[in-house]
Structure formats: C-alpha cells, structure tokens
C-alpha cells in the first residue's frame, strides 16, 4: 500500500523556522518526483516546492524561493522541507505528493497524497 505521512508542523512565530519531513512506505520513492503543497482556509490548493528522483533538480514557488529550502534522502524513502523565515501568509496545510512526471508545482499532476500538516506562523 502506497502511503505518504507527513510531519513536523506545528505553530511557529513570525521569523520562526520549521522542518517538515515526507516519509514515504509501500513503494520505492527512487523514481517519484515528491512535491510539497499547501492549502489555507478559502484557497485553493498551490505548489510550493518540488523535487527531482535524484535530487538534482528542484523547483520553487515565487512565494517561498529563498526562504524555502527542498531536500531528498533516498536511503530514508524521506523528503524534507526547511522553511525559515516563516511569514503569517506561511500558514496552511502542507502537503507532500509523488508523481511520476517532471518537477512541476501543478497539483493535478500528482498521484499519490499525504494527509497534511499543520503549519501556523502566529505571534
């Protein structure tokens, strides 16, 4: 059974930094693309980082390049989200998803999905 568990959200001050960490059991995550999303209140689901099977390649949203950083570990079947410089606007759902297409941040285009954590950048 493929499964996606997220992990490491929480509530964090403005300034703040938070790891999250995409673990993946039931397939090999190898050959997947993984992408991290996000989803606030009222608003639609919007690509936020992704990254290549190697690791090589990545892909950025305007809203977090800089700030954002995406990493792999293969031999964990992991992949990881470091954000720092978190801003209220940060404040979502996060989501990490496989594909077996190209680093693109559209949502439409991933297969296999997470169920979420919570992250809240709040004073």
């Known amino acids: 059974q493929l499964q996606l568990v997220e992990s490491g959200g929480g509530l964090v001050q403005p300034g703040g930094s938070l790891r999250l960490s995409c673990a993946a059991s039931g397939f090999t995550l190898d050959y997947y693309v993984i992408g991290w999303f996000r989803q606030a209140p009222g608003k639609e689901r919007e690509g936020v980082s992704c990254?290549?099977?190697?690791?090589?390649?990545?892909n950025y949203a305007d809203s977090v390049k800089g700030r954002f950083t995406i990493s792999r570990d293969n031999a964990k079947s992991t992949v990881y989200l470091q954000m720092n410089s978190l801003k209220p606007e940060d404040t979502a759902v996060y989501y990490c998803?496989?594909?077996?297409?190209?680093?693109?941040?559209?949502?439409?285009?991933?297969?296999?999905w997470g169920q979420g954590t919570q992250v809240t950048v709040s004073s």
């Open positions: 998803a496989a594909t077996g297409w190209g680093t693109t941040l559209q949502p439409d285009e991933y297969d296999y």
């Open positions: 990254i290549g099977s190697s690791g090589g390649s990545t």
